[in-house]
């Protein structure tokens, strides 16, 4: 019988938040599989299924309100603001609650990545408590405030919440963290697929010689997006399910990848990253981690006001090959040049450890 238990809450913000945190979760299960493991979420079910590979709970929770987007490359200054100051005011009763339910099932640690709620069920719990991100919400919502000077107090408000906190452990590409007293660094966490990069073709069936260019661009879509133009290419354009790719008669060209196909291949995302030279993206720290892991190039957009975006702009010609392009390029136009340009790119000399996975499984079995 399970002898302690970790509980994960988790922002529903994007994916790359609940990605890593699984892959932590994966690592800790390999090495204490008698743990119990409680995952708190409203991050989408069918990314925890798919890349979960140890026994856990999960508990469908909105543990914040992240920011509201206005489709995948644009944010809602105002309304993030708004509904980050409704879900602070409720906090405290939630807080409660949560503590009820840490001390029933006798968790000896809460991981948060980064909801503010995390650190303040644990304080009320009496549970040591462990930040595990790149950024924290009050650093975010800190360039919001800037223009609606009527929220200026709420930044400084989740500071305090997060404050209780035993540590962050701090990814790459950092912003934030003034309201934790200690901090530590850990590498990337980043899964390297196994496969090389013909193997990983062979079995999604890709051509093997032909430059192959991965789209990726959220799951809220873009409008105007357009791909006809890509039709006579001189690359396969790619996408994966849950991509914001539309499929329709003008993407009949796409080489579509189905996540049961990924998986009945053997694959998992990281394998799709790996197979292909680019990747078109907006700059996640998901996507950006991937690339890094599996030496593939970024062609990255812009992606609307969210203060992380220059801290990633500003980071990755360290670790990867990598350039811009203009939002209504990506729409509308065919991408030849960009292609070629970010493929004859030499590959920076920085190689980054992305085994932070494991160093914070490692580090979480301290406390059990």
Request: glycine share 6%; net charge negative.
């Amino acid at each position: 019988m399970p002898v302690s238990a970790v509980a994960f809450y988790i922002s529903g913000h994007g994916l790359g938040h609940a990605s890593r945190q699984i892959a932590i979760i994966n690592a800790l299960g390999r090495i204490r599989p008698d743990v119990r493991v409680e995952i708190r979420t409203a991050a989408p079910a069918w990314l925890v299924e798919h890349t979960l590979q140890v026994p856990a709970q999960l508990t469908v929770l909105e543990c914040d309100t992240g920011a509201m987007q206005r489709g995948s490359l644009a944010q809602d200054g105002l309304a993030t603001l708004r509904a980050a100051a409704a879900f602070h005011q409720s906090l405290s009763k939630l807080a409660d609650q949560e503590a009820r339910e840490l001390t029933a099932s006798r968790a000896r640690l809460v991981v948060g990545d980064v909801p503010p709620l995390a650190f303040a069920a644990a304080a009320r719990a009496g549970v040591p408590s462990v930040a595990i991100a790149n950024f924290t919400w009050d650093w975010i919502y800190e360039d919001y405030a800037a223009d609606f000077p009527e929220y200026a107090d709420l930044p400084a408000a989740l500071r305090e919440t997060y404050s209780p906190a035993s540590a962050a452990w701090r990814l790459p590409m950092a912003g934030g963290f003034d309201g934790f007293a200690l901090v530590v660094d850990l590498p990337w966490i980043a899964q390297r697929s196994r496969h090389d990069r013909v193997e990983a073709r062979k079995r999604l069936g890709l051509p093997i010689e032909r430059t192959a260019v991965l789209l990726y661009l959220g799951h809220y879509g873009v409008t105007g997006l357009q791909l006809a133009q890509h039709r006579d290419a001189p690359y396969t354009l790619v996408a994966a399910e849950n991509s914001g790719v539309p499929q329709d008669d003008s993407s009949a060209h796409v080489h579509f990848v189905r996540e049961a196909h990924l998986h009945a291949c053997g694959l998992d995302y990281q394998d799709l990253v790996r197979a292909v030279d680019v990747v078109v993206t907006k700059p996640g720290y998901g996507i950006i981690a991937a690339a890094v892991a599996n030496n593939t190039a970024l062609l990255y957009t812009d992606r609307g006001r969210f203060r992380e975006y220059g801290v990633l702009v500003d980071h990755m010609p360290r670790v990867l090959r990598c350039a811009h392009m203009e939002n209504d390029v990506v729409t509308s136009r065919r991408w030849d040049d960009e292609v070629a340009h970010v493929l004859g790119l030499q590959r920076p000399q920085e190689r980054p450890l992305v085994n932070g996975a494991e160093v914070a499984a490692g580090m979480i079995a301290t406390f059990l």
